[in-house]
């Protein structure tokens, strides 16, 4: 390949690194630097544009976003975000929340998790400091995890790749299926990276309120995906009216399209495709 066309090369596919780091900077604390998330994703870019070889048969994009999701992980390792009792207080703090949405029907008060837990308001607050975003925006349940977790693996078998596809379009039917409101606060915090004191002047509501709402569009997100790909993991159908407006909005999921419908929101790498 020579020098102007690998530039060329490189520069077509910038995008695929802002997406890339998008799509990690969901599954983040906030404290993570998204400019050093891009130096890293762009030298790893051009890196494999300079190793690129058209004869293997692998479109370009593939092979760089396999190299740029394992710059990426290369990153956050360095970075030591979180250490093992962090993420394991995260784990503690999101299962108690979500026993407690399934029983009360409603996003818990933070007294009502500490009370749950035994410990302290302040201990909560502290444990959501430290992880920042507890909840974690991840297609793998929504589950607090370590930098190895979050980045799909290089070298993914057509079966795995499938199986992914399918996954995003359920999330992206399960997020149009949303309320109002709550797809709202997911689109702007998660897709435009907007801060919550902003989404909640523009919904006329508290900061705090946009947590709650985050917190509450999650639980319902991880719960639709569950129904319908993990049953298992799935929380137990109660009786109510609140428990017959999830089972609506469960159902509504999978009326939002088909299989054919779902693939075609990706391409064959498994990326976006544009509207």
């Not at 946009?210 to 719960?223: C, F, H, Y």
């Amino acid at each position: 390949m020579s020098d102007r066309r690998r530039d060329d090369t490189v520069k077509a596919h910038m995008p695929l690194v802002g997406h890339l780091v998008r799509e990690m900077l969901a599954r983040v604390p906030a404290h993570v630097s998204r400019d050093d998330l891009l130096s890293a994703g762009y030298a790893a870019l051009v890196a494999a544009a300079r190793g690129y070889d058209e004869g293997r048969g692998v479109p370009f994009a593939r092979f760089a976003a396999a190299r740029v999701r394992g710059a990426l992980l290369d990153e956050l390792r360095g970075l030591d975000w979180a250490s093992r009792s962090v993420r394991q207080r995260a784990r503690r703090t999101d299962t108690a929340r979500q026993q407690l949405t399934a029983e009360l029907g409603r996003t818990p008060s933070v007294a009502e998790v500490a009370e749950r837990l035994g410990c302290s308001v302040e201990d909560i607050e502290a444990a959501d400091d430290d992880v920042q975003r507890a909840v974690v925006f991840s297609l793998q349940g929504f589950a607090t995890a370590g930098a190895e977790d979050m980045v799909t693996e290089p070298g993914v078998g057509p079966e795995d790749m499938l199986i992914r596809r399918e996954r995003m379009g359920y999330l992206a039917h399960a997020i149009e299926a949303l309320p109002e409101r709550l797809r709202a606060v997911v689109l702007g915090y998660f897709f435009d990276e907007r801060p919550m004191a902003q989404i909640a002047v523009e919904l006329g509501v508290t900061e705090s309120r946009v947590s709650q709402l985050r917190s509450e569009a999650l639980g319902l997100l991880r719960d639709g995906l569950n129904t319908h790909l993990d049953p298992a993991l799935a929380a137990p159908v109660k009786e109510g009216c609140v428990a017959r407006r999830r089972t609506a909005y469960f159902d509504s999921i999978a009326d939002r399209g088909t299989l054919r419908s779902r693939l075609a929101i990706t391409n064959l790498d498994g990326l976006p495709v544009a509207a």
